[in-house]
């Protein structure tokens, strides 16, 4: 397979609390991605890695934060889930920054 | 920021048919990718395009940089073509390498 995973790949969660979405991939890329996908507005970025302890914003980056300690795996934390970030998230690895992405399958958050 | 247009929004095809699906984009780009979104969700590089012509089975992609557009043609559609198409682009002014994705053309194809 491709080499990247995402987990939980569904889950529900009440407004106010805590998420977090994992990313893990296999193959040593060094850029990672997080984006989202609403109806209406395609894959919108959230933050982007581009190496270990190395992240920056993107677009929608106001109530998320990520962390890298590992080359493999990039977190993406929700501090206060709000119903706004209900969303599908796709996390994205590539060797070279804009080029030759692979996506995850996603996680599908609904927050309540 | 760069805007990308996508056009149509929606197709709807008999098994069989051509299609030609079109994303403009407001400024110019170093690097341009096509993706299909499978309807489980699953999304798949298809092309990267930054310029000038490739083909791929039933698929084929052209962009014309200097205009500011790119093609993708689909020919002979089958039901397995059925999902979203994404054009994504990485504007060359403001340093960043990060895709901008549009919003996609939703591709239906009946039996």
């Known amino acids: 397979d491709a080499g990247i995973t995402q987990s939980p790949r569904h889950k529900v969660t009440e407004t106010g609390t805590p998420v977090t979405l994992r990313c893990h991939q296999t193959?040593?890329?060094?850029?990672m991605y997080w984006y989202r996908q609403d109806p209406g507005h395609g894959l919108r970025l959230i933050h982007y890695s581009y190496g270990v302890k190395d992240t920056d914003k993107g677009e929608v980056s106001d109530g998320y934060s990520v962390s890298r300690s590992k080359t493999e795996d990039f977190l993406l934390t929700l501090e206060s889930a709000t119903s706004s970030q209900t969303s599908v998230y796709f996390c994205a690895i590539s060797a070279r920054t804009g080029y030759g992405y692979t996506f995850g399958s996603g996680t599908r958050l609904t927050v309540v | 920021g760069i805007q990308v247009e996508q056009s149509p929004p929606d197709l709807i095809l008999q098994e069989g048919a051509n299609s030609t699906l079109r994303c403009n984009f407001s400024?110019?780009?170093?690097?341009l990718q096509w993706f299909h979104q499978n309807p489980w969700g699953q999304l798949i590089n298809l092309f990267y395009?930054?310029?000038g012509t490739k083909q791929n089975g039933r698929l084929s992609a052209t962009t014309v940089a200097t205009e500011r557009y790119s093609l993708l043609y689909i020919s002979s559609s089958q039901t397995t073509d059925s999902g979203v198409y994404f054009c994504?682009?990485?504007?060359?002014?403001?340093?960043?390498?990060?895709?901008?994705f549009g919003k996609g053309t939703k591709l239906t194809v009946n039996p």
């Open positions: 193959e040593n890329h060094r850029y």
């Open positions: 994504a682009v990485v504007p060359t002014q403001g340093g960043s390498e990060k895709l901008v």
């Open positions: 395009i930054p310029s």
């Open positions: 400024d110019s780009v170093n690097n």
